[in-house]
Nanobody, 124 residues
Framework: VQLVESGGGLVQPGGSLRLSCAASGFTLDDHAIGWFRQAPGKGREGVICLTRGDGRTYYADSVKGRFTISRDNTKNTVYLQMDSLKSEDTAVYYC??????????????????WGQGTQVTVSS
């Protein structure tokens, strides 16, 4: 069972990035998928979640209207599209998967599988 993130990098404020989260060893469509981030000196923060089944999306207020999540079942991959990036979006971004129904989408304890993280730096 493995999750591998990619797509991080350096981008200017106002720019965009798309992160990918590829799964192996299990089917992403059977899981709720969350993206979290951790900035230096801060705790891990839930950014966005796509539930299994009904496919609802939950957002942190800080990214609402700027970030979207999508799933490509043929590639067993989830994407995080980040637009209008701000310096405060700088962090290591992690994807996570939860096989069971989750009740608190932004709690890292709800998720069983984690990727290794990818760095996103927003700076001019």
């Amino acid at each position: 069972v493995q999750l591998v993130e990619s797509g991080g990098g350096l981008v200017q404020p106002g720019g965009s990035l798309r992160l990918s989260c590829a799964a192996s060893g299990f089917t992403l469509d059977d899981h709720a998928i969350g993206w979290f981030r951790q900035a230096p000196g801060k705790g891990r923060e839930g950014v966005i979640c796509l539930t299994r089944g009904d496919g609802r999306t939950y957002y942190a207020d800080s990214v609402k209207g700027r970030f979207t999540i999508s799933r490509d079942n043929t590639k067993n991959t989830v994407y995080l599209q980040m637009d209008s990036l701000k310096s405060e979006d700088t962090a290591v971004y992690y994807c996570a998967a939860a096989p069971n129904r989750i009740s608190i989408w932004y709690s890292e304890y709800e998720y069983d599988y984690w990727g290794q993280g990818t760095q996103v730096t927003v700076s001019s």
